[in-house]
């Protein structure tokens, strides 16, 4: 019998931390972070010693300053009273305003474009080449500067619309106005207002008419209970259908539940539409776009829907021709078989490039700054800097919120991956 | 039915009768028509709203193109000539805008009598990327490559030839205590000496040495400032040396995030996240407002300097992403091959990992390119005269006061010839590999 011992341990010698492969990860990573932190402290050190050269301080407390400007669009309520940090809010919204809008919009262009590409139409086809070509190579500053300066240089001025026979006339039956300080849209207004402090029009004889958050907050509110009672619909109609194999008609009920309801709350409200019109030399009432989200909205979504366009392009070819003759030959129907067998392939090819493309144009519409859209970058990192001299803190948060949003955008793309990947063996 | 002869049934043929022509609806132009524009309903319709849409766009463009005005010396003469052919102001493009003020939109405020330099600077580095382009020229090219960015820096720049030439000595320093440390000693030290020896020259011997030189031999061409530089000039000058100097910086980070450290590992995912997720305007800013706070008091260096900079650090971190998508593309058996061989990690990657790698991430690289040279167009915003900044100032004149879609043309035009051109390349270059790799 002989003993079971450990072989002796060679000592620990220096050099191991050098050639030993245990080791050296080791001597690597610490002399990284040595030199990282050595690097961050110098920065650090640069700046207090700038800073203290130029008499300043690192405070956020200019957030709570009175801004004294004024913001042109505001989604919430704002005056040159209220603070930095309120104007710094009213530009986040302005920022997700226009990438929201210019999600969609550039989604459904997209989308449109992409399978009108694929198109067995020549003329179509190319038409559309040409459009996702011109849009992808051409700077994106350059399409916002060209559409707002034809905007602006080419529609007719307000006061075109005058006279027993004016030059330039509304469109859609006198709803909308296109001129060349914004466009004018119809919006809607209610007899009954809930909230009843904004009084909104007195035209053409009608009752006065207002429209405030309540009134739109008792909408959503109807219009989700309506969404979620059809889900409870659709639900039901599915479990019966697996357990006597007899689906129930579904379509009446939802179309029921979903137009009664805000129907009557619609009613109640006593709604009408707000149509702008003329007043002295502009136009009044109705909604107010101006030119710079305009010019922004356009060319940010026709630019990203160049990009989207190519994305689903490629996500539909992904799916092999296999994978539809397969369903055919199962007896599926078209629409059947697109819904279950094709979309779910060509969207997880297509939903990850989608959201990167998303996340470029909320990044990209910084460049609100070519055309005076009041922006986040607008707001707290141009007047308020400029105002209260507070570069560093001012760039800092505004990093800080770009930063945070595309983290959040990007851990959902991430979840959806993770979600929807092929399990490999 | 073998009964069946020639005289019972009442008539049959006994020549063969000529071809005849396919109906008129199944061949040519009329069949490709039907087929291909006229299939359906839905086609139909489709096609007749395009064929609308290219006859607005065309009835817009062309016959303002066709009268358009290219010898004028201001906007209100090339109107003037617009209305003695009987046309409205904006029936006809002024392009004499161009043939007034190309100088100024390709070279921006540099003088015109060096305009040789930058065309020079051009060529020279046409020749040098040569050799990383075409596999079969002679390796020895190599070394004009990289003496490329000297060259061009001092032909854009001028000054004394000796500040290039003393810069680019100390490489050339690195490179031999390299070899001579690392021969005789180890090749740890001999990295560390590649590294602090070229530090210890360029902080306090470059300057002595390069001044001293123009002292005793005076070489040096006429100074251009930074401000001077402008128009398309600006921008390849911003693209070219952002693309290169980001290239091998983007490849570190992306070796970096794929590390099995935890510290390299964390540090290259927070560098190229926050990068990437700030857009580029906001970091231009920053390079305009906050470098100075960041660097040692009383430093101050050229704005275009800091745009470079900065549009490099961003660029980094995109080819990071495009290069760590060609590193995980690769089959681990790669990786465990270099392993199995004995190869250490630096030469399992220069060896075998990285040149396939890179390969494949050249269709990424060059996108990421195309996305970069685009956006120089945002230096205008701090206030380089890039092509739309000088576009800006030429319509701040009094002679070319109003004029807009002639320039924007013009831009257009350019950005689109050269990213189109790009493109098709990249496209050729992803073919290419997948017919390589099948």
């Known amino acids: ?425 | 039915m073998s009964e069946i002869h020639a005289h019972t049934v009442s008539h049959v043929r006994d020549t063969m009768l000529p071809q005849q022509a396919p109906p008129i609806t199944e061949t040519g132009v009329v069949k490709w028509i039907r087929e291909n524009l006229f299939s359906s309903w839905l086609n139909a319709i489709l096609t007749i709203i395009s064929i609308y849409v290219i006859y607005r766009l065309l009835a817009g463009i062309v016959p303002w193109f066709f009268h358009s005005v290219w010898s004028a010396e201001s906007l209100s003469e090339c109107r003037d000539v617009l209305a003695a052919k009987g046309l409205g102001a904006h029936d006809g493009a002024c392009f004499s805008v161009l043939t007034a003020r190309w100088h100024q939109m390709v070279f921006g405020y540099y003088p015109s009598d060096l305009y040789w330099r930058p065309l020079l600077a051009l060529a020279v580095f046409f020749v040098g990327i040569a050799p990383i382009l075409f596999a079969n020229l002679p390796r020895k090219m190599l070394l004009i490559t990289m003496s490329v960015p000297f060259i061009c820096f001092w032909l854009l720049w001028g000054g004394s030839i000796w500040f290039p030439l003393t810069t680019a000595l100390g490489f050339v320093l690195g490179y031999v205590a390299m070899n001579f440390v690392g021969k005789s000693i180890s090749p740890l030290a001999g990295v560390i000496a590649a590294i602090v020896v070229p530090l210890l020259y360029w902080i306090f011997v470059a300057g002595a040495l390069s001044n001293g030189l123009q002292d005793v031999i005076p070489l040096d061409i006429e100074t251009v400032q930074s401000r001077k530089f402008g128009g398309f000039m600006l921008s390849v000058i911003i693209g070219l040396s952002a693309i290169i100097l980001s290239l091998p910086l983007g490849i570190l980070l992306a070796l970096a995030r794929q590390s099995d450290l935890f510290i390299i590992k964390t540090s290259a995912v927070i560098f190229i996240e926050v990068i990437r997720g700030v857009p580029l305007i906001v970091w231009l800013f920053t390079a305009q407002l906050l470098l100075n706070y960041f660097l040692p008091p009383g430093s101050n260096f050229d704005l275009t300097l800091r745009v470079i900079i900065m549009v490099t650090l961003f660029a980094s971190a995109y080819i990071a992403e495009v290069v760590r998508g060609g590193l995980a593309a690769l089959p681990k058996g790669q990786y465990e091959g270099g392993d199995s061989l004995g190869l250490d990690y630096w030469q399992s990657m220069q060896l075998i990992i990285l040149p396939q790698a890179l390969k494949i991430s050249i269709p990424g690289i060059v996108n990421t390119f195309i996305g970069l040279f685009k956006d120089t167009t945002l230096v205008v915003f701090i206030g380089l005269f890039d092509p739309l900044g000088i576009a800006g100032a030429i319509r701040a004149t009094t002679e070319w006061n109003g004029i807009y879609w002639e320039l924007f043309a013009f831009i257009g035009l350019m950005f689109f010839i050269a990213c189109f051109s790009m493109g098709r390349y990249s496209l050729y270059l992803e073919n290419k590999l997948q017919r390589e790799n099948r």
Not at chain 1, 33 to 47: F, G
Not at chain 1, 177 to 192: E, S
Not at chain 1, 202 to 209: A, K, M, N
Not at chain 1, 350 to 377: C, E, H, W
């Open chain 1, 1 to 425: 019998m002989s003993t079971l011992t450990d072989p002796p341990k060679p000592a620990f010698r220096l050099s191991q931390l050098i050639y030993d492969t245990r080791y050296r990860s080791i001597t690597i990573q610490v002399v990284a972070l040595i030199l990282i932190i050595a690097a961050l402290y110098w920065l650090a050190n640069n700046t207090v010693s700038n800073l203290a050269a130029l008499g300043k301080d690192f405070d956020f407390g200019f957030l709570s300053q009175p801004a004294g400007y004024d913001i042109n669009q505001m989604l919430i309520e704002y005056d040159n009273q209220m603070s930095h940090g309120r104007a710094a809010l009213v530009g986040i919204m302005n920022t997700l305003l226009v990438a929201f809008l210019g999600c969609i919009a550039a989604t459904i262009i997209g989308v449109f474009v992409g399978v009108l590409r694929l198109s067995k139409n020549w003329v179509v086809s190319r038409l559309m080449a040409v459009y996702v070509e011109g849009f992808r190579n051409v700077p994106l500053l350059l399409w916002i500067i060209l559409i707002f300066a034809i905007m602006s240089e080419a529609m007719p001025q307000p006061r075109d619309f005058r006279g027993a026979e004016p030059a330039a006339s509304m469109i859609l039956g006198d709803s909308f106005a296109i001129t060349n300080r914004g466009v004018y849209l119809p919006r809607l207004g209610f007899t009954n207002s809930l909230s009843g402090d904004e009084v909104v029009a007195s035209q053409d004889g009608l009752t006065p008419v207002a429209s405030g958050g309540l009134d739109w907050l008792l909408i959503l509110a109807t219009l989700g209970i309506s969404i979620i009672a059809m889900r409870f619909v659709t639900n039901r109609a599915n479990l019966v259908q697996q357990s006597t194999g007899v689906r129930p008609n579904t379509l009446w009920k939802n179309l029921a539940i979903f137009f009664v309801p805000i129907g009557i709350v619609l009613f109640f409200l006593g709604v009408v539409i707000v149509r702008p019109f003329l007043q002295g030399f502009n136009f009044t009432e109705g909604t107010h776009l101006r030119n710079s989200l305009i010019a922004l909205w356009l060319a940010l979504s026709l630019y990203t829907g160049a990009f989207i366009a190519e994305i689903v392009r490629s996500g539909i070819l992904a799916v092999s021709n296999g994978q539809s003759e397969a369903a055919f030959a199962l007896g599926m129907q078209p629409s059947k078989t697109m819904k279950l067998v094709i979309l779910p392939q060509a969207m997880r090819v297509i939903i990850p490039p989608l959201i990167s493309q998303f996340l470029n144009l909320t990044k990209n519409s910084s460049l609100a700054i070519a055309v005076g859209y009041m922006d986040v970058r607008a707001t707290l990192g141009g007047i308020s800097i400029s105002q209260t001299g507070r570069e560093l803190e001012g760039m800092l948060l505004l990093g800080g919120f770009y930063l945070a949003l595309s983290l959040i955008i990007s851990s959902g793309m991430n979840y959806y991956n993770t979600r929807t990947k092929l399990e490999e063996r």
